[in-house]
């Protein structure tokens, strides 16, 4: 069984965002469910972040919660295969030609495009809350 200092080591990813509502930062731990705090500064949101998972760490271990791995990049090796219906492959090979660029290029280009759409219909419905 790992120790509070093992997991402290693991590479847990950290999320930082300005609050445009309350002022200050927002620092989350994606893969540490619930696991955020808040402070007014840039330098005080590390500190409190730090301290944040520490006593996440804690209270899951001592009342046995699962505590989650960290995802790493080695994990998504940047490829992945899709099937797709015959028409939509030709539409978006079109649209690519049509933009001078690869489909690779042109598919990246949506995905992205969609993918940041849901982060800012995620934080407005946050934030709403």
């Given at each position: 069984?790992k ?70 990049e080695?994990?998504?090796s ?19 030609k ?23 219909k ?5 934030s709403?809350?």
């Amino acid at each position: 069984m790992k120790t509070i200092e093992d997991y402290l080591k693991l590479p847990y990813r950290l999320e930082i965002i300005k609050d445009p509502y309350e002022g200050g930062y927002v620092a989350s731990f994606p893969e540490l469910p619930g696991c955020l705090t808040t402070s007014e500064t840039l330098e005080g949101i590390i500190d409190n972040a730090e301290d944040a998972k520490r006593e996440w760490l804690l209270a899951s271990i001592e009342i046995g919660n699962p505590i989650p791995e960290p995802e790493t990049e080695q994990q998504y090796s940047g490829q992945y295969r899709l099937r797709m219906p015959k028409s939509l492959h030709r539409s978006l090979a079109m649209h690519a030609k049509r933009e001078h660029i690869s489909l690779n290029q042109y598919c990246i280009y949506l995905l992205t495009k969609y993918d940041a759409y849901e982060d800012r219909k995620d934080l407005k419905s946050n934030s709403a809350t």
